[in-house]
């Protein structure tokens, strides 16, 4: 695989996608660079104002519409608000190693938004979606453990990077899982993974002074940008790759660089396991598997 970039991005115009946390960091390099080649990009962020903020450093077709991944009822509101075809749906949004809180549902608010927000986003906007959903994970999967009977961490001691690894699991487990029903139905749709490697974003910060400091130390010797970070991401978006795929960063230890199909735990490969979740998935959300247009 060459060395792809941003000046590879084809042509977009006519496309329609829809960027979760696309305000900062990797969702708003991801929505930028979409927007720049010609996409109608929606902006589907929590904070309208910071949605707006971002639109207005874009250049192209930019929306904002709110979007809380923390809120079911927002979630359904954003589906309902839908209308017309959606190419890509790019569940990007996410929260890493907070400290132990709850969703507005009552879900662990790592696994509420990373995971059951998109599961329940992307079910909803199924039938719209014309082309493929991309899904952002990370290399700490591999330090995941999805425990089907304490997803929510209520008889386990909490662990914030446990619960972020989990979480980031569950992206790829859904992804496996939702790419088996998708050429089931014999469906066109594609369903995708991508993480961005290690990259100085947002997502690191809001630990406490002192760890703060030592990830910007980190991060200004060994990370990458969040516009590099955003590459696997927008090449999963774009690419002409099968479902199921997983990009990520070519470099050692899938750090940085450019991007590349990847792998990924045996876990993550659990297709019992994938679709044991999508059931207790379902279960917690209320959302099913939509019957797709034929």
């Not at 949605?51 to 192209?60: D, K, L, V, W």
């Not at 329940?120 to 082309?131: G, R």
């Amino acid at each position: 695989m060459t060395r792809w970039t941003t000046d590879d991005l084809p042509d977009q115009t006519g496309r329609t996608y829809v960027v979760t946390g696309a305000n900062s960091g990797l969702g708003r390099q991801t929505a930028a660079a979409l927007a720049a080649v010609g996409a109608r990009v929606v902006l589907a962020v929590r904070d309208r104002g910071r949605g707006e903020e971002a639109a207005r450093a874009m250049t192209g077709d930019v929306e904002v519409r709110v979007l809380d991944l923390a809120d079911l009822a927002s979630v359904r509101r954003f589906a309902d608000g839908w209308s017309g075809p959606l190419d890509v749906l790019v569940n990007n949004a996410g929260l890493m190693a907070v400290p132990q809180q709850r969703t507005a549902d009552g879900f662990e608010m790592q696994l509420g938004t990373n995971h059951l927000g998109h599961f329940a986003l992307t079910n909803l906007l199924l039938p719209a979606v014309t082309d493929r959903v991309v899904t952002v994970s990370s290399g700490l999967h591999r330090r995941g453990r999805v425990v089907l009977d304490d997803l929510n961490w209520e008889r386990r001691r909490y662990s914030p990077y446990g619960a972020y690894g989990q979480s980031k699991l569950a992206n790829l487990l859904f992804t496996l899982e939702l790419e088996r029903r998708l050429v089931a139905d014999g469906s066109p749709v594609r369903a995708l993974a991508a993480h961005p490697g290690y990259a100085a974003t947002n997502l690191q910060g809001g630990h406490g002074r002192f760890l703060d400091l030592l990830t910007g130390a980190a991060n200004r010797i060994f990370a990458q940008s969040d516009a590099q970070g955003a590459l696997p991401t927008l090449y999963a978006a774009v690419a002409d790759l099968p479902g199921g795929s997983y990009v990520g960063p070519d470099g050692r230890s899938e750090m940085r660089g450019h991007p590349t199909l990847v792998g990924r735990s045996a876990e993550a490969s659990d297709s019992t396991l994938a679709a044991r979740l999508w059931t207790a998935s379902e279960e917690l959300t209320g959302v099913r598997y939509p019957v797709l247009p034929g």
